[in-house]
């Protein structure tokens, strides 16, 4: 049997605390009146538990209006929308106080329902504290304990009693709660938790809920009946055992939910409410739940309730239950309750002391002053955004660590906290006060709130609510947006430098130096064909005096491949000594580095199976995973349900890379795929089939999938070209692969004329020789402009078959 686990500093505060617009068609299992209604309102009601407030006023607390004038304390939740008043009622609790009594109930409802607001009353069916671990039966009924009709029988007696009293003095409640907290075995000899005896507890309950049905039907008034779970991961169990043991005859699920001891987050709660209420036919209110709007406290009494995602303030209370209510209504729920706003503290004692252990998570500051948290009863309140100063704390900013002093802020700019900084692969997270470790705010919060995240910045999944960067690491440039509810982040890159030499194809010539590219600040590269020779880089094209040399670089204390030497020449060049072939040549300022890494051409490969395109053959449809950086093999693929693996040879079957050889390498493989079970353990795809980018990376050992989003193409259409003057089957499509970089092998015909245009089947889009020559394009000598009112590009080289590429990045269009 399932169990709710609570953390509290000690078992005494764990008996104090768990004391503490659209309609389903209602089950019952007895036939009812059908004239007899419920005359309250059946919508999404926002209401508190005020069990307390009686109490607390003959305390002398104080509670202040929106003016910050004392006040009744009924009419201030009645003015800020709140619509129902949860009260709790103890059998006799006489041994330890003089409230939740029957005449302090009375007293409750009767104050509530002068201000308008409806009544849920709670039935604890204890003289204390009943919860999941404390389910004591009245003192006065311990004498058949035992006896489960007599025990039964006291119980309908007790509960029509009750209401019927109380609607003698018209304070019937609209909804009954039988029982608070019941997950366990209900009116046991003692506390402590116990395992249900379904074929006790069905009777007792069933026989509850016919007390509420003939009041009911006595006093032509639809009451209505509440079963109370503590937390939504129990309920989902709990009413299937209840329905399976028969009893079905009640109108509402109640739930409590306290992030802190519960598995589910706050943006998970719309799935277990929809589930609740769908599955069993039943209407679901959150009626128990809470936030610390401090972590501070105001008296002796320690607080019970600390943070989870959220900041321990106003606004983080605030937010808390904005996000909560709008999760219920997604889940097509009816309510939520606030448990205890008005337990301030006092100087008068609980059953446990002095003071109250929730003075931090009520609805009024520690001056008597309504929180933040009081306007979630206001249904026409609309947060509006006001961008703050925030600060970036972790492993993940190596500049600033877990060190208050090196804190990173991202301050306002146009409503956004935006700032460049330095990230690396670790955890991180954002806090809303300088200085204050609980203001602490991560993914969760963040997802919660329902912003979208950017993909490089993932879940830390611990306890702290981290983010983790999974990235290059390097500068970037990071901005929250809280009006839009987005964080980006995008790469700060370094400008380009450019490789000259005799061991560079280009030579010394600037006109056709190697350009080494950033992909992020800090880090350029190229992939560079090297033989024996001489080279050095150069950050001004056309600058000689720009160069960087060997020497240069080993005098900033910079670790240089050992397949590079310095020349010894004039100009203290490098010297590559390596064997001839392709690299990777990288130059790493963050790191202080120059590395080759690899000699290429990397081998690539192939996905076989009947989730990829080309299926159990080796064919032209058949994707190939290219190696372009040593240890990292990436293609973008149509992925549907099925199977696959991979193959390190093209058309040989007997290498192959399934799913368990990347588990038994110590490969972290993205949640999207599973063994498929079989002897030959392949890889299967379980995601939504579509478009991905799927990546393996040797290096980090982590198979990846991400959503890919196709690029525009372009399509060359003339008589130069295959397809000639129309649009069919042997047009030749330029995708774009990489941002504004389209290229594609393409048979041209000597004399012949095409242009491109970016929209298939459609003649208005056109780019020809004018287009790109007016845009400064540098386009290669084989073709020129058409002498004709088209300008089309001329094709006046050999015929045979190029690799044509339009680079939008730098301007130029060649062939190669």
């Given at each position: 049997m399932k169990k709710t686990i609570y953390f509290l500093t000690s078992i005494l505060f764990l008996a104090l605390f768990f004391g503490c617009e659209e309609t389903y068609e209602v089950m019952n299992a007895e036939d009812f009146d059908i004239e007899v209604q419920n005359t309250f309102e059946q919508k999404f009601f926002v209401g508190s538990d005020l069990s307390y407030l009686n109490e607390m006023l003959d305390c002398g607390a104080s509670y202040n209006d929106l003016s910050g004038n004392s006040a009744n304390p009924y009419e201030i939740f009645q003015n800020a929308g709140n619509d129902l008043v949860r009260v709790r009622l103890?059998?006799?609790?006489?041994?330890?106080?003089?409230?939740?009594?029957?005449?302090?109930?009375?007293?409750?409802?009767?104050?509530?329902?002068?201000?308008?607001?409806?009544?849920?009353?709670?039935?604890?069916?204890?003289?204390?504290?009943?919860?999941?671990?404390?389910?004591?039966?009245?003192?006065?009924?311990l004498d058949v304990v035992d006896n489960t009709e007599e025990l039964a029988q006291r119980l309908y007696d007790y509960t029509y009693e009750t209401l019927d009293n109380l609607a003698a003095k018209d304070l019937l409640p609209e909804i009954v709660q039988l029982g608070n907290e019941i997950n366990g075995n209900i009116l046991n000899k003692e506390s402590g938790w116990f395992e249900i005896n379904w074929d006790r507890s069905a009777i007792l309950l069933n026989n509850a809920i016919q007390a509420v049905r003939d009041i009911s039907k006595k006093h032509e008034a639809r009451v209505q009946v509440m079963l109370h779970i503590a937390q939504p991961e129990n309920a989902l169990w709990w009413f299937e055992q209840a329905r399976e043991n028969g009893v079905v005859n009640y109108d509402w699920i109640g739930i409590s939910y306290y992030p802190t001891w519960s598995e589910y987050k706050v943006s998970d709660l719309s799935d277990a409410i929809a589930a609740l209420g769908s599955d069993f036919n039943k209407k679901v209110m959150v009626v128990e739940t809470a936030y610390p709007f401090t972590l501070e406290n105001a008296d002796a009494a320690n607080n019970i309730l600390g943070k989870t995602v959220y900041p321990a303030s106003q606004q983080g209370q605030l937010d808390f239950l904005l996000d909560l209510k709008q999760e219920i209504k997604e889940g097509n729920g009816f309510g939520l309750v606030y448990w205890?706003?008005?337990?301030?503290?006092?100087?008068?004692?609980?059953?446990?002391?002095?003071?109250?252990?929730?003075?931090?998570?009520?609805?009024?500051?520690?001056?008597?002053?309504?929180?933040?948290?009081?306007?979630?009863?206001?249904?026409?309140?609309?947060?509006?955004?006001?961008?703050?100063?925030?600060?970036?704390?972790?492993?993940?900013?190596?500049?600033?660590?877990?060190?208050?002093?090196?804190?990173?802020?991202?301050?306002?700019?146009?409503?956004?906290?935006?700032?460049?900084?330095?990230?690396?692969?670790?955890?991180?997270?954002?806090?809303?006060?300088?200085?204050?470790?609980?203001?602490?705010?991560?993914?969760?919060?963040?997802?919660?709130?329902?912003?979208?995240?950017?993909?490089?910045?993932?879940?830390?999944?611990?306890?702290?609510?981290?983010?983790?960067?999974?990235?290059?690491?390097?500068?970037?440039?990071?901005?929250?947006?809280?009006?839009?509810?987005?964080?980006?982040?995008?790469?700060?890159?370094?400008?380009?430098?450019?490789?000259?030499?005799?061991?560079?194809?280009?030579?010394?010539?600037?006109?056709?130096?190697?350009?080494?590219?950033?992909?992020?600040?800090?880090?350029?590269?190229?992939?560079?064909n090297l033989s024996p020779g001489t080279f050095r880089?150069?950050?001004?094209?056309?600058?000689?005096?720009?160069?960087?040399?060997?020497?240069?670089?080993?005098?900033?204390?910079?670790?240089?491949?050992?397949?590079?030497?310095?020349?010894?020449?004039?100009?203290?060049?490098?010297?590559?000594?390596?064997?001839?072939?392709?690299?990777?040549?990288?130059?790493?300022?963050?790191?202080?580095?120059?590395?080759?890494?690899?000699?290429?051409?990397?081998?690539?490969?192939?996905?076989?199976?009947?989730?990829?395109?080309?299926?159990?053959?080796?064919?032209?449809?058949?994707?190939?995973?290219?190696?372009?950086?040593?240890?990292?093999?990436?293609?973008?693929?149509?992925?549907?349900?099925?199977?696959?693996?991979?193959?390190?040879?093209?058309?040989?079957?007997?290498?192959?890379?399934?799913?368990?050889?990347?588990?038994?390498?110590?490969?972290?493989?993205?949640?999207?795929?599973?063994?498929?079970?079989?002897?030959?353990?392949?890889?299967?795809?379980?995601?939504?089939?579509?478009?991905?980018?799927l990546t393996i990376n040797a290096n980090s050992k982590r198979i990846t999938l991400e959503e890919y989003e196709t690029l525009p193409s372009l399509w060359a259409v003339g008589d130069a070209v295959p397809g000639g003057w129309g649009f069919n089957n042997d047009t030749v499509e330029f995708p774009q692969l990489t941002e504004n970089v389209w290229t594609a092998e393409i048979s041209l015909n000597n004399g012949g004329i095409f242009r491109f245009f970016q929209i298939f089947n459609t003649w208005d889009t056109n780019n020809n020789y004018a287009f790109y020559a007016g845009e400064g394009y540098a386009i290669d000598s084989n073709f020129t402009e058409q002498d004709s009112a088209d300008k089309n590009f001329l094709f006046t080289g050999t015929s045979g078959s190029y690799v044509l590429t339009i680079n939008g990045n730098d301007k130029t269009i060649t062939l190669e």
């Open positions: 103890w059998n006799d609790p006489s041994e330890w106080t003089s409230y939740s009594n029957i005449e302090d109930v009375e007293k409750t409802i009767s104050n509530s329902k002068e201000q308008g607001m409806d009544i849920l009353l709670d039935f604890h069916f204890s003289d204390t504290w009943a919860d999941p671990g404390n389910q004591v039966a009245p003192k006065a009924w205890e706003p008005a337990w301030v503290s006092t100087g008068c004692s609980t059953l446990f002391g002095e003071g109250s252990h929730w003075d931090n998570a009520t609805l009024f500051d520690n001056s008597g002053n309504p929180t933040l948290g009081m306007n979630i009863f206001n249904d026409n309140y609309v947060p509006e955004y006001n961008c703050q100063s925030i600060w970036a704390l972790g492993d993940g900013v190596p500049e600033a660590l877990w060190d208050w002093d090196n804190a990173i802020e991202l301050s306002c700019n146009e409503n956004k906290n935006v700032i460049e900084l330095n990230l690396a692969e670790n955890k991180f997270r954002f806090f809303t006060t300088d200085g204050d470790w609980t203001s602490g705010v991560g993914y969760q919060y963040f997802i919660n709130r329902g912003y979208s995240i950017d993909s490089k910045l993932k879940d830390a999944n611990d306890n702290d609510d981290n983010f983790v960067f999974e990235g290059t690491p390097g500068l970037y440039s990071l901005e929250i947006d809280g009006e839009t509810k987005s964080i980006v982040v995008e790469p700060v890159v370094s400008e380009s430098y450019y490789a000259l030499g005799d061991a560079l194809p280009g030579g010394w010539s600037f006109d056709d130096a190697t350009l080494m590219e950033s992909p992020i600040f800090g880090i350029r590269r190229a992939t560079v880089f150069f950050t001004i094209k056309d600058d000689w005096a720009s160069g960087l040399n060997y020497a240069y670089y080993d005098d900033q204390g910079y670790t240089i491949d050992s397949n590079l030497e310095n020349a010894g020449d004039g100009d203290q060049n490098f010297r590559f000594v390596g064997t001839i072939g392709e690299y990777i040549l990288e130059i790493n300022d963050n790191a202080k580095t120059i590395t080759l890494l690899g000699s290429g051409p990397f081998p690539s490969v192939w996905a076989v199976g009947d989730a990829v395109p080309g299926g159990w053959d080796f064919n032209d449809n058949t994707i190939e995973f290219t190696q372009t950086f040593s240890g990292i093999w990436t293609a973008n693929l149509e992925l549907n349900t099925g199977i696959f693996r991979f193959f390190q040879e093209f058309g040989t079957w007997d290498t192959n890379n399934n799913y368990s050889y990347y588990i038994n390498e110590g490969f972290d493989i993205d949640a999207n795929f599973e063994n498929d079970g079989s002897s030959d353990e392949n890889f299967r795809f379980i995601g939504t089939p579509g478009t991905y980018t």
